[in-house]
Each structure stands twice: as structure tokens, then as C-alpha cells.
């Protein structure tokens, strides 16, 4: 009687040595993303220049600083959860979710000029992509052998 693990375990290993690699090309991306996204909304819904959350600083920092997050979340997960692959996509969901909510009490206070439907809807897609992002790199290049 031979002893085998479950192909979900056996394809589900993080490949520790390639994170650093792989979550800076998750920041590239979803900057880069971020960056095409805020061009085009303000075309598209005349969201003016002084918008705080569409000006470079302030969303290369916090994309920057939530992929970082991501990817360090994923080799935690990595090393403590089972089946790291499924558990880490289900917890960006939930992050994804809660990361919503600020976007939301922006909306409802509309402390900036041109802050809209469009332009926080604008945010939220954005914050879509970098997930997509995030979770599409790190459970795919990520992933051990």
C-alpha cells in the first residue's frame, strides 16, 4: 500500500524563492493598470486634475503598499494553511469586499471636489484589477512545483 498526497496538496506549494520577483511584477502591473484606468476615467467622466485619489502619488502609494500587502499575505498563508492557493484567493475576495468601504464613506461625504459616482466607481474598478492582478500573478508564478 503506497502512501500518496492529494493532487490539490501537491499542486498547491508556494514557491518562496520567486515572491520577490513575482510581487514586483505585480506592482508594475498594477500601477501601470492604475495608471491607464485614472487617464481614461478622467477623459471619460471630467474628474478634475486635483482629485486626490487619481493624482500618482497618492495611488502608486497605496497600490504599492496593497499589493505588498497581498503578496505578504500570501507566503503567510503559504506556510500555514493547507490548501494556500484557495485559502489565499478567498481571503483577496474578502479583502477585496472591505476594501470597498472606504470608497463608499468617500461617496457619502464627497470631501473633494469630483468625487462622484463615476470617479469612485472608478476606485473600486480599480481596486478590481489589482486584485485580479494580484491573485492571477501570485497564485500562477507563485506557485511551487
Not at 43 to 58: I, K, S, Y
Not at 78 to 99: D, E, N, Q
Request: aromatic content about 12%; glycine content about 8%.
Amino acid at each position: 500500500m503506497s502512501s500518496t498526497t492529494p493532487a490539490s496538496t501537491q499542486t498547491e506549494r508556494i514557491a518562496y524563492g520567486r515572491l520577490w520577483w513575482v510581487g514586483l511584477l505585480a506592482v508594475i502591473a498594477s500601477v501601470i493598470v492604475n495608471a491607464i484606468i485614472v487617464t481614461i476615467a478622467r477623459g471619460l467622466f471630467n474628474v478634475p486634475q486635483e482629485f486626490p485619489p487619481f493624482t500618482f502619488p497618492q495611488f502608486t502609494f497605496l497600490t504599492v503598499a496593497g499589493v505588498a500587502g497581498a503578496t505578504i499575505v500570501f507566503a503567510v498563508v503559504g506556510r500555514f494553511a493547507k490548501r494556500p492557493i484557495r485559502t489565499f484567493t478567498w481571503i483577496a475576495v474578502v479583502a477585496l469586499i472591505l476594501s470597498w468601504i472606504p470608497d463608499f464613506g468617500l461617496l457619502a461625504a464627497r470631501p473633494f471636489p469630483g468625487t462622484t459616482i463615476q470617479s469612485v466607481g472608478t476606485l473600486m474598478f480599480m481596486h478590481v484589477t489589482t486584485a485580479a492582478i494580484c491573485v492571477g500573478l501570485l497564485t500562477t508564478l507563485g506557485r511551487g512545483k
